[in-house]
């Protein structure tokens, strides 16, 4: 991002605004869920809040804007709290990337119309920075959302694999020791990728589906043409 920042600094200014707000509403969820199914740590810290300062994390705020790959502070919970312990730990789990699959899905239909009736405004910078704030709010949200679902701890799919597992269990044992470990070998490994594919001109272009996080932002940006493409359907249809 620090790099884009040099070559299209509207775009780089837009993307980590709509990271930032991104990142927040996704813990925010965490938190809100967690207390309405009765654990109010996460209130009681002041994590139960839309203000971004109060989620984000230093080093993983720096590692987003140089690698592209980074997290925010997680919210603190205490599943004793919880009525259901199962069910609101489950729910606590699976909520900030709910909320992130919602706000691309909501986000999709704006972006759509913008694009078919912006005009000559997109010509501006102004109408250009708006057009990238609604787009990267799609893909960053979906981006957020495949990341997480990685059954790796400490990420939400690991929290659901909690759920639904012992405490013995292996996978669950080798996780919660190495999770760390394996996302940082998975960041280092896909930029390792990404430099090779871009400087060494006879690399196999299939190469790049070793990367976990390439095959994630191929998917995103399936996904998010798909959203496009459907609402042009629909527009099509009601015109």
């Known amino acids: 991002m620090l790099f884009n920042l040099f070559q299209d600094p509207i775009a780089a200014i837009a993307s980590l605004i709509a990271l930032i707000l991104s990142l927040s509403m996704h813990e925010f969820a965490h938190a809100y869920v967690a207390y309405k199914c009765g654990d109010p740590t996460a209130k009681a810290m002041g994590r139960m809040t839309l203000n971004p300062i109060k989620h984000l994390d230093l080093i993983g705020f720096l590692m987003m804007l140089m690698v592209g790959f980074g997290y925010a502070k997680a919210v603190p919970i205490n599943p004793y709290n919880f009525r259901n312990r199962r069910k609101g730990y489950f729910l606590t789990a699976i909520a900030g990337v709910t909320v992130n699959l919602g706000l691309a899905l909501i986000m999709s239909l704006p972006c759509f119309f913008y694009l078919v009736f912006a005009g000559e405004f997109l010509a501006t910078n102004f109408g250009y920075f708006f ?86 932002r191929s998917l995103v940006e399936i996904i998010t043409d798909g959203l496009l493409n459907f609402w042009s359907l629909i527009f099509r249809f009601l015109v």
């Open 131 to 216: 057009n990238c704030i609604l787009f990267y709010f799609i893909t960053i949200n979906l981006s957020l959302m495949f990341f997480n679902m990685l059954p790796i701890f400490p990420l939400d799919g690991f929290r659901v694999v909690e759920t639904f597992t012992q405490p013995n269990n292996r996978f669950r044992t080798f996780m919660t020791h190495n999770g760390p470990h394996i996302l940082l070998v998975l960041i280092l490994f896909s930029t390792f990728i990404t430099a090779l594919c871009e400087y060494v001109k006879a690399v196999p272009p299939w190469i790049m589906y070793f990367d976990i996080f390439h095959c994630v």
